[in-house]
């Protein structure tokens, strides 16, 4: 197996068994080798503790990392390459770090020890944003048989995610579900007056253009992916939590707002980190890209 290699978080929790995994399946379907990282951030013990890398304090320290690793390198099946390391520094700065020479970047949505506070999503949030490969998150359970689902909303930003949504179906042999939401404009007078200021049908029409317009390249390039259109007015988060429950992974777009929220990523991201019923990809573009500079 050669290649950028699948990279995976792990701190001995099951979480961070869950992102194993997941990581696992990902190198056999890419068929590239795995890399397992634990975080030993030194900041987050006492000013007392003795430093010294080769001190009893922290050979004593190194135990929990050590057998972390060694339990997930036992974990992964025979004809993956795997390589298992300790690095220290905060799991933010590890996990972006090894971002940049990864195919694609695993953490759970719990974790402890190497990766406390992913069960609030400061550290997935994070990375998601900061990351220079896509970021898969393990949460829920997968429907087996169920299509992988990507959020469409037009936006050059998000051009990424649904040539990862592609790429991704046609390596696990499933369809895709390509999902846009939209709402009317803002009511400002009794609902009775509402057909007066908009034409629904109208909306729908030019928003049903929208989606057939961002697959239509991609739809080329795979061309024996299976896609279903799914136009729904209604929210985005919504609509698309709803959806996991009967997919295999979601992916999405990494948006950034002007006024970000806890985890600096848009709404939609934030509820499905939260609350989908799969893995949730999420996928930023690449720096430099038109995509990026016009994200906001």
Not at 71 to 82: E, K, S
Not at 151 to 179: K, Q, T, Y
Not at 232 to 254: C, I, K, N, P, T
């Amino acid at each position: 197996m050669t290649g950028k290699p699948i990279v995976v978080g792990v701190d001995g929790s099951p979480g961070g068994l869950r992102a194993l995994d997941l990581a696992v399946h990902e190198a056999q379907l890419r068929e590239l080798p795995l890399r397992v990282v634990y975080a030993n951030s030194w900041a987050r013990h006492p000013a007392w503790v003795d430093t010294d890398p080769h001190g009893p304090v922290a050979q004593r320290l190194g135990i929990e990392p050590r057998r972390a690793v060694d339990a997930a390198l036992d974990r992964i099946p025979a004809g993956i390459t795997a390589e298992g390391v300790m690095l220290i520094g905060s799991p933010t700065s590890v996990l972006v770090h090894e971002s940049q020479s990864a195919s694609v970047l695993v953490v759970g949505h719990r974790g402890r020890g190497g990766f406390p506070g992913l069960a609030l999503g400061s550290v997935a949030g994070k990375v998601a944003i900061h990351a220079g490969c896509p970021v898969l998150i393990a949460r829920g359970q997968p429907a087996p048989d169920g299509p992988v689902l990507v959020g469409v909303d037009g936006a050059p930003v998000n051009e990424p995610a649904i040539g990862f949504g592609f790429e991704e179906a046609a390596l696990r042999g499933a369809d895709l579900a390509a999902l846009h939401t939209w709402v009317g404009p803002a009511s400002t007078g009794p609902g009775d007056m509402l057909p007066l200021v908009y034409d629904p049908a109208v909306l729908e029409a030019q928003e049903s253009v929208l989606l057939s317009d961002a697959l239509a390249g991609w739809q080329v390039k795979y061309p024996d992916v299976v896609v279903h259109r799914r136009l729904l007015r209604s929210r985005a988060a919504g609509a698309l939590v709803e959806a996991s429950r009967h997919a295999q992974l979601v992916v999405l777009g990494a948006h950034r707002r002007n006024t970000p929220t806890v985890l600096g990523l848009g709404s939609v991201s934030h509820a499905l980190m939260h609350h989908a019923d799969c893995p949730v990809a999420i996928v930023r573009p690449a720096p430099g890209s038109a995509a990026q500079d016009l994200r906001h």
